[in-house]
């Protein structure tokens, strides 16, 4: 399973209102109340499999493909039969597709107890394991595998994962692939794996249109609540079109708003903590939304978010025909040969896209020799989208040098900017070079190995991993632990 190194963050939303993961942990529970914004999600559709892809299968919007004629009678059946079906239904149908995930990790916590003990008011830190949380969706299977939708937040540096399902019975998941801008993630379970009583009991969920929806309509959301199992509850879509920066937590409700940011439906059905990945339902019992956040403060009530699933079904698809990948030991993996840093929100603000700014090429670099230049912006890597400088070099430690990776570009072009794709040959990180090389001559006295180090020690000029990695602070604005604003 690919692990995914990061710790859990908290980010502030407007007027006071934090966003917290939506995930449970189980500690986390203990110490503190939910003041904040928690990620949750919600369901994904039915999905088929090809010779070549795995898809969804959706509902068609009706939206787009009723004909003018038929517009008032459609309408006037959609008023009488909407919201006639029983919940309790919809609900029966709908569990056997909806799935509790828990999570196991090591993080360092602080020891508090050293604050007045024998450490002097130091709180030296210590590993423990942390147990979160979720939910998900089952949105497909191919010959080999089944597929579950949840959120990016909820797999997050997990170092195990398992899936539960509606027969209680669990089983071990691999992260297959994930966009962590757009809070999604897809696990899946080998279908040799789980016995024949599970799959005659558990079904795929049937992706309907968020385009649909309406403001005022009834919606139902399922999700593993506080870990403690399935739980179900209504309400009505508040608002549609809200949209959650992804780097600052805040939100926006300009429809127009063009930022990459994740779409998103409002709703007052209540959402709480292991909720994350669990399905928004329609009164047909399809899937509109991936449940992923709620805005609470004292100021607020009944205020939850929900990813609109028509806007990431081609994401959820790639996702689920991605090949899984094992994070490479520290200094196997590839570098691209730049310095960068992130484009900050005073950047995009006069029009710098949203990336990572090149700050300088090596010379002779594989960047360089497949064209990037200085003050381009890496928007994506490997068909994920980059967004800050430390998302760039956590994507590089899956990669081997030697491996052909597609990059797409920025490139400055007046007082705009251009798109560039191009294919860059990852290269072999000289740090781990260097120090191997430096272990060779450990007999050399303590002062002599101390001003080699020195000399050998990068400038800031190598490339985004090394630099990261050793904690240098270059030209290019780039610190360890501080990141490179």
Known sequence: MSNINKNTIKKTAKKGAKVIL???????????????????????????????????????????????????????????????????????????????????????????????GMYGGYAPSQEEEVEGSGSGIIIGKNDEELLIATNYHVVEGADTLSVSFIDNNSYEGTVKGYEENKDLAVVSIPLEEISDDTMDQISIATIGSSDDLVVGEQVIAIGNALGYGQSVTTGIVSAKNRKMDSTSGSFSSDEDDNRNG??????????????????????????????????????????????????????????????????LDEGENGVLGISGRTV???????????????????????????????????TEFAGKSVVSIDQLVNYLQYYEPGEEVEVVLQVPDGESYTEKTVTVTLGKNENKEKSESKDESADESADESADESAQEQPSGDGNILEDWENGILSESGMQFFDGWR
């Open 22 to 116: 939506c995930a449970a942990l189980a500690g986390g529970l203990l110490l503190g109340g939910y003041n904040g914004i928690s990620y949750f999600t919600e369901g994904v559709q039915n999905v088929s499999a090809s010779s070549d892809k795995t898809t969804l299968t959706m509902t068609k919007s009706e939206k787009k493909s009723k004909e003018k004629k038929n517009t008032e009678e459609k309408k006037e059946t959609e008023t009488k039969t909407k919201g006639s079906l029983d919940v309790s239904d919809i609900a029966a149908e709908a569990m056997p597709s909806v799935v509790s995930i828990t999570t196991k990790s090591i993080q360092e916590v602080q020891n508090y107890y050293g604050m007045f």
């Open 262 to 327: 994740v779409n998103l439906l409002q709703t007052d059905a209540a959402i709480n903590p292991g909720n994350s990945g669990g399905a928004l339902l329609n009164m047909k019992g399809e899937v509109v939304g991936i449940n992923s956040a709620k805005l609470a403060s004292t100021e607020v009530e009944g205020m939850g978010y929900a990813i609109a699933v028509s806007d990431v079904s081609d994401i959820l698809e790639n996702l689920m025909n991605e090949e899984p990948r094992e994070k």
């Open 344 to 378: 900050s929100e005073e950047g995009q603000v006069y029009g710098i896209p949203q990336g990572v700014f090149v700050g300088e090429v090596t010379e002779g670099g594989p960047a360089e020799e497949a064209g990037i230049k200085m003050n381009s912006i890496i």
